[in-house]
């Protein structure tokens, strides 16, 4: 019989392909008394690093995983528990805890990794989670991929059904962008919609895609019940084309690295298997004149193409703004062009990849805004 | 018939068919081979000078070879040269300015000084190269002849070879395969007398080469190459057949050799007065210049303009190449994958 | 589109979609369609091992079997590159150079330099390489190092089936010639592969492994002797090593490492060459030159032994490094370790 009082910190899954992660730091000391959302301890798998966020409060009782040492996904790694639950339950609780099963078959069982789906804007690569009656659609930044939302979508898949789809020119969708412009983009988005008969979506984008996602709003309000922005392109005039000039440059780690590292406050997040993610992605035939035309069209010259913001407050649906505020590709300042339009938030110690750097907070205000 | 030694005449060189030709076109196959004569001939004088670095291997006497096929080809054609291969370049249409500045190793030369008188190429004319490895172009203008066929643009490949390649395993091997693929192939063996200083008679198994292509299962012509018409004739022949698709062939051509191996090479091992004879004798230029002035298509004043006009050519080329710059440090470490 | 692939599929995807995109890509080699001119069914073998299997069907005469005749269809392959086309050659094991040596080292290798930049010799050769099949001594040698020391040559020699059919494409679009080794033990290793085409940068190592300890560097099959060893010492001895697959031997990626001997201070190269003038040598004199100062131990190399490769399986196992040998190199370049 578990004690309800005791809860388990275990090795999270990020994404299906998660299988283990290796503990590289306890954030708190044992003794912490924990609230829900303070960061714990830092995990990294061989995509990414990330921190793991207290789901339940309580006092952290113990500190299991080791630095350095890699745990399957759910093996305990920590334990928290009310100050006054005695040590030797806690060791009982250690002693007795088994790794759950994963139903059926795992991974066969939540239905395939990714699926594709064919639309006029050529063949598209999506997944799919949760069964909720609300529909979110996650859209990626320039040079991203759905694996971008490797730590929201299973979170916002308990309120809604999600998808997460690879734009054209991206991750393993076809790899041609038409005019490569965002009219392109967001009409493929719109396209994704009809395939798969999706009348109406909350539209989740990040950087570029929070471009997409407004002109997609804006050209079909009909098909969008709301907007939430992240880090998001066309909410004002700057951008660091040091960024995007230098991804599409880049063809080695060693030129690769330095440009990803702009996109997190951490610059140690960004791990060698991150790095070589990103390269086999870019040396996919067709990619190279994706990104470039892609490049010149929307981010010539320090300047973006289209700034949506003004007619985006002559639109109706609910708009939730997130920022990192040590965003070095788009500045935080434009977190403020919507100002009491939208709901906005900017987020300390979180760059560019704030969906990722501050995975829990942003899915807390993710599965507000799809309550309003 | 058995290999000729180069003291003997080959029959027919003076026969007195009419002459197959338009004098424009006569007039062009003297003027390339009064060019290739006398680039040699030249070359011959400045080596001596020592302003030429390296060595050389003079085509001069085996003119009407060269000649005689190339005018049957067009730039799309893809020949493969020899160390002897001046003749060849000339006869292609390779630039002569470009040629002896690359033979003085200038910059201005046809492969910018890093070929020399063993490399000189130009692709864009369909002239994959002379070459220092004996043998070596014949599985190469098999690829030639392949991507042709390949593209079916109607190419054809003709590599040229002397008695002392001939017995290589390249050539051999390329004649089977050139066999088995139905190439547009012609291999042209130049059959001078001499494997650098060693005879043909000593050197070569057979007493008769075009055995060596029946071995094959191609069809082989021995003609006299100092006799322009019958190269002329012959080649056409076997190209308009290897163009239509009719497989590859061998052509023996029998000839002379004026000068050594190489610049410098005493000949001691050549009969006394054997350049001699085949100078008087066996000269194909002059063969060709009295039969057509005889014929009275082409004028002793027009063959002698010429003349000058091709000498002048030469001391320009001459000229040229001396005062050329050479080629930059810069160039040591160009156009190659350079790791250090 | 990813999936698991085996790396002799990833060949011969590699293959399929260059030949898809680009006519001018052909196929060479003895018995790579198997059974051309026999009364049984066509496309028998595909190949010894059956790495271009079922091409014959999608490209059809695109793919040639050739006479058992190296050097001439070779030098078919390298004479058709230099004439627009990009054939891949395969030569079954890279052993069998001996006897077409002549067409890489002087012809294909040269053509770029030689003509003066105005050439290029888009041609691919494709041999296995490497010992473990009990093939003995002229069916399994890591020749990689005879080919490294030719200027002009790019040499590639993958581990994996990801890097295989990404760097095989790459050789077929590079504008000079490439020696792409294919080590037989690896046909069956899989990997995730994407079905798209891609390429992968010559010049370009992977660091398959990050460590603070130690640099191994290596290539092909010992890549995974490599990891295997580094994967003990960390748990044996707290040694963390970092491995760095070169993946093209020519151009050869020394910023990597020497970027990772300059964090590790220590140096061990594996490869399955014979140990004289090796990719191994090569290396640890690169880094004692460029890296001295970072060299907190004498750089140790693991190779084969200077000996041709033994039939006999009791011996054939001693012959390739092994990750004992990796391991017990790397604690020779931590005496402390040795000492605990």
Redesign the interface.
């Known amino acids: 019989m578990t004690d309800t009082r005791i809860k388990p910190i275990v090795m999270p899954k990020w994404g299906l392909s998660m299988a283990e992660g290796k503990v590289t730091g306890w954030l708190k000391p044992e003794g912490t008394a924990i609230a829900i959302g303070d960061e714990i301890v830092e995990v990294e798998t061989d995509k990414i690093a990330g921190v793991v966020e207290a789901g339940d409060a309580g006092v952290l009782r113990r500190t299991l995983g080791t630095p350095g040492t890699v745990y399957p996904v759910k093996a305990l790694i920590g334990v928290l528990a009310d100050a006054d639950v005695p040590d030797a339950e806690i060791d009982a609780f250690v002693a007795a805890f088994a790794v759950p099963e994963e139903a059926g078959a795992g991974e066969e069982a939540a239905g395939p990794r990714y699926e594709?789906v064919d639309t006029p804007a050529g063949r598209l690569?999506y997944a799919r989670r949760g069964e909720g009656e609300k529909t979110v659609v996650l859209v990626h930044g320039f040079g991203g991929d759905l694996d971008n939302w490797l730590f929201n979508i299973d979170a916002l898949a308990g309120a809604a059904t999600v998808y997460a789809l690879d734009l054209p020119g991206h991750g393993?969708s076809d790899?041609a962008v038409g005019e490569a412009n965002l009219a392109f983009l967001s009409g493929a988005l719109i396209a994704f919609m009809d395939a798969l008969a999706i009348p109406r979506a909350h539209l989740v984008g990040h950087s570029m895609g929070g471009a997409v996602a407004s002109a997609s709003a804006l050209e079909h309000p009909e098909r969008v019940a709301s907007l939430a922005l992240i880090g998001s392109a066309g909410l004002g005039p700057e951008i660091n084309s040091g960024y995007t000039d230098g991804f599409v440059a880049a063809?080695?780690?060693?030129d690769m690295k330095p440009v990803l590292e702009q996109l997190f406050h951490d610059p140690g997040t960004v791990t060698?298997q991150l790095i070589?993610d990103i390269l086999?992605y870019k040396?996919?035939?067709?990619v190279d004149s994706a990104l470039t035309a892609l490049s010149a069209n929307l981010f010539p010259a320090e300047r973006q193409t289209h700034v949506l913001a003004d007619r985006l407050k002559q639109t109706d649906a609910p708009i939730l703004v997130v920022w990192g505020e040590t965003d070095r590709v788009i500045p935080a300042a434009h977190a403020g062009a919507l100002e009491g339009r939208a709901t906005v938030e900017v987020l300390p110690g979180a760059g560019h990849m704030v969906q990722m750097e501050k995975s829990g907070r942003v899915n807390e205000l993710l599965l507000d805004h799809l309550k309003r | 018939m058995s290999i000729t030694s180069p003291m003997q005449t080959a029959d027919g060189a003076l026969s007195n068919n009419p002459i197959p030709l338009e004098k424009d076109a006569l007039l062009a196959a003297y003027r390339t081979m009064r060019t290739i004569r006398d680039f040699e001939e030249r070359l011959h004088v400045e080596f001596a000078k020592g302003d030429i670095p390296g060595f050389v291997h003079l085509y001069a006497g085996e003119e009407a070879c060269a000649t005689g096929i190339m005018m049957h080809l067009t730039d799309s054609d893809r020949i493969a040269s020899t160390h002897r291969g001046h003749g060849h370049c000339i006869a292609k249409g390779v630039d002569v300015e470009e040629m002896m500045a690359e033979i003085y190793g200038k910059s201005s030369g046809s492969c910018r000084g890093k070929g020399g008188s063993m490399h000189i190429a130009d692709l864009s004319k369909g002239m994959m190269g002379a070459n220092g490895i004996l043998g070596a172009g014949a599985p190469l203008i098999c690829g030639a002849a392949l991507a042709a066929k390949c593209r079916g643009d109607g190419g054809v490949g003709i590599t040229f070879f002397g008695d002392g390649a001939a017995n290589q395993g390249t050539v051999l091997e390329s004649m089977n395969l050139a066999a088995v693929w139905n190439l547009p192939v012609i291999f042209v063996l130049e059959n001078n007398g001499y494997a650098e200083a060693t005879s043909v008679t000593y050197a070569t198994g057979v007493d008769n080469f075009l055995d060596r292509a029946h071995g094959f299962g191609l069809p082989g012509v021995s003609v006299d190459g100092t006799d322009f018409f019958a190269v002329h004739k012959a080649a056409g022949e076997l190209i308009a057949k290897a163009r239509a698709g009719g497989g590859p062939a061998l052509l023996e051509c029998k000839m002379v050799r004026f000068y050594g191996h190489f610049e410098g090479d005493s000949q001691t091992y050549k009969a006394k007065g054997e350049n001699d004879f085949n100078r008087l004798n066996r000269d194909c230029l002059k063969i060709f210049a009295d039969r057509v002035t005889a014929a009275g298509i082409v004028s002793d004043a027009e063959i002698a303009l010429m003349d000058r006009e091709v000498a002048n050519l030469i001391d320009d080329a001459v000229s040229s190449a001396k005062s050329a710059p050479q080629p930059t440090p810069q160039e040591l470490t160009s156009d190659v994958y350079v790791s250090y | 589109m990813s999936r698991t692939l085996s790396f002799k599929l990833a060949i011969n995807e590699a293959l399929d979609l260059e030949m898809r995109r680009d006519p001018s890509v052909i196929l060479l080699g003895e018995d790579i369609v198997g059974g051309s001119g026999s009364p049984g069914e066509m496309d028998a073998w595909g190949g010894v091992l059956g790495v271009t299997k079922g091409l014959y069907g999608k490209h059809g005469n695109r793919l040639m079997d050739t006479p058992l005749s190296e050097s001439a269809y070779i030098g078919a392959a390298i004479g058709a590159a230099a004439c627009g086309m990009r054939p891949v050659a395969e030569l079954m094991f890279l052993d069998f150079m001996g006897v077409c040596f002549d067409q890489i080292l002087n012809q294909a290798a040269k053509f770029r330099y030689m003509f003066g930049g105005k050439a290029k010799t888009p041609v691919v050769i494709r041999a296995m390489v490497g010992a473990g099949f009990r093939a003995a001594a002229q069916h399994s040698q890591m020749l990689t190092p005879m080919f490294t020391h030719v200027p002009g040559l790019k040499v590639v020699c993958p581990s994996n089936a990801y890097d295989a059919k990404g760097l095989l494409i790459q050789s077929i679009r590079d504008d000079d010639p490439v020696i792409f080794c294919e080590h037989k033990n690896l046909y069956a290793s899989e990997a995730d592969v994407p079905a798209e085409p891609y390429a992968i940068p010559f010049g370009e190592a992977n660091v398959v492994r990050d460590g603070r300890d130690v640099t191994i560097v290596s290539y092909g099959l010992t890549v995974h002797r490599a990891l295997e060893a580094a994967q003990t010492l960390s748990k044996r001895s707290g040694i963390e090593a970092e491995v760095i697959d070169l993946r093209t031997l020519s151009p050869i990626d020394w910023d990597t490492v020497i970027e990772s001997v300059e964090n590790t201070g220590r140096l061990v190269v594996v490869d399955e060459a014979n140990p004289r003038c090796s990719i191994a040598t090569d290396v640890a004199a690169y880094v004692a030159q460029q890296a001295f100062g970072a060299l907190k131990a004498a750089p140790q190399m693991v190779t084969a032994p200077h000996t041709p490769v033994p039939f006999s399986p009791a011996l054939e196992d001693l012959y390739i490094p092994s990750a004992d040998a990796i391991a017990a190199a790397v604690l020779k370049t931590h005496p402390q370790a040795l000492a605990a």
């Open positions: 594709f690569r393993q790899k063809g080695s780690r060693r060698r070589e086999k040396r996919l035939d067709g």
